[in-house]
């Protein structure tokens, strides 16, 4: 049984970490483009507009996170007619919120641009931020719906179409992040590019449907309040998760310009694309925990959801070390590669990239547990790990280190958390 068990792991953790990969990879590759052609000052407006991903994390992976949960207990008692309710009413309401904040974004691009840090010495940002917003709004609604099919499409034995979905995407995103430069699109084409490419990724997504041996279906349902009621107290965490994502970056990007200037807020954009990076191994595990210990809770299967915890920590150790290795050696040459060698920003962004390499360990083991809390419905522990570690601690560390140590007091403050 626990071989068994460790090739579904490995099954459900490939998939997650290969998703995560091609997304991340493309963001990559967004800041690099923006850094080398379009300059560092653009590079700056991105990682000010940072915490918009959040804000649309909050409705979409959220949600996601919560139907997950509710969704792998019915599968695992059997109940896959209501597995289908849940899923359609869930979609229905998201796709409500999305189409809301998506006229929310456009209209009211400005003052959000300003809310996210582009004022006080920042304020020569605030234009181009804006226009990064608003080639950001087409990605709300397909983003969205993307994050809330996917991980039941991994539930239907969809592993083979969720990985193509995120390859089109992703490969889509560079090819036009790259058409958008020559066509002198600028900033805006860079957030166009991102929207385009949510957009084929959720068409090559919806494919699936299309298959005749399925679990999951597609139809119009009437929404039953309670259950988004209890999808939405599931979804808490991440929620909490994300929520502190958008508001480090509203706090941090003042506090890097006011201590630090316009080049430090490069080395945060970089010092940021990098982390999510890392994160890839950390998510794949996460994935892998909660589609596999969820489906263990709905049985009733303590056994088995002790051996998913082994596993997921022997997984842990191996991914940590290989990265905390690989950052502390490379921190420069990933700087220069992003700045090139004459950069004034290029120790700043070097220093900030060891301080992933320092928290690496510390961050997967906290992202998984909390993964596993959410599997297992123990959503008050969730919730005081997330608001202690990724919003309290870390704001705190940064404002006092700020003081005695400057801009490297406020890097050094993401391990320290």
């Given at each position: ?5 460790t090739?579904?792991?490995m ?15 493309a ?51 059997g ?9 359609n ?8 919120v ?17 809310m ?30 993307l ?39 600028g ?5 166009m ?5 949510v ?43 994300q ?20 080049m ?5 954009s ?11 191994p950390?998510v ?5 925990v ?15 959801i ?6 997921a ?17 490379f ?19 070097a ?25 297992i ?24 280190l ?16």
């Amino acid at each position: 049984m626990s071989a068994i068990l460790t090739r579904a792991f490995m099954a459900a953790f490939c998939t997650s970490a290969l998703t995560e990969f091609t997304q991340i990879g493309a963001l990559l590759i967004d800041g690099l483009i923006t850094s080398r052609y379009l300059g560092a000052e653009k590079m700056a407006a991105v990682g000010i507009a940072a915490p918009f991903f959040f804000l649309v994390g909050i409705i979409g992976t959220s949600i996601a996170v919560g139907l997950q949960t509710v969704c792998t207990k019915e599968m695992g008692a059997g109940n896959t007619g209501r597995m289908n309710y849940i899923f359609n009413e869930t979609l229905e309401a998201a796709l409500a919120v999305a189409l809301a904040f998506s006229f929310l974004v456009y209209m009211e691009a400005p003052p959000m641009a300003a809310m996210f840090g582009a004022r006080g010495r920042a304020i020569l940002l605030l234009d181009e931020t804006i226009e990064y917003l608003h080639g950001l709004v087409g990605e709300v609604v397909p983003y969205v719906l993307l994050s809330v099919i996917t991980p039941l499409v991994l539930l239907d034995n969809g592993n083979r179409i969720v990985m193509i979905s995120s390859v089109t995407g992703a490969v889509s995103n560079i090819f036009l992040d790259i058409l958008f430069v020559r066509l002198d699109f600028g900033i805006w084409g860079m957030g166009m590019a991102t929207s385009l490419s949510v957009i084929f990724s959720l068409l090559v997504l919806l494919s699936h449907f299309l298959r005749k041996n399925r679990i999951l279906h597609l139809k119009p349902v009437p929404i039953n309040l309670t259950n988004i009621g209890r999808i939405l107290i599931l979804s808490g965490p991440r929620a909490i998760h994300q929520a502190a994502g958008m508001l480090r970056p509203i706090v941090l990007n003042s506090l890097v310009v006011a201590v630090g200037g316009r080049m430090a807020m490069s080395a945060m954009s970089i010092r940021a694309s990098i982390s999510d990076f890392v994160d890839i191994p950390a998510v794949g595990i996460a994935g892998a925990v909660s589609l596999l210990a969820g489906i263990g809770y709905g049985e009733v299967n303590g056994e088995d959801i002790e051996s998913v915890g082994r596993i997921a920590h022997r997984f842990i150790a191996v991914s940590a070390s290989v990265i905390t290795v690989l950052l502390l050696f490379f921190a420069r040459p990933i700087a220069v590669f992003y700045l090139g060698e004459s950069s004034p920003a290029l120790s700043l962004t070097a220093f900030a990239i060891r301080t992933i390499a320092v928290g690496t360990l510390f961050s997967e083991l906290i992202y998984v547990r909390i993964s596993y809390l959410q599997a297992i419905e123990q959503i008050r522990s969730a919730h005081l790990i997330e608001i202690c570690v990724n919003l309290v601690c870390l704001l705190g560390f940064a404002i006092l280190l700020s003081f005695p140590f400057g801009i490297y007091g406020v890097f050094a403050a993401f391990p320290l958390s």
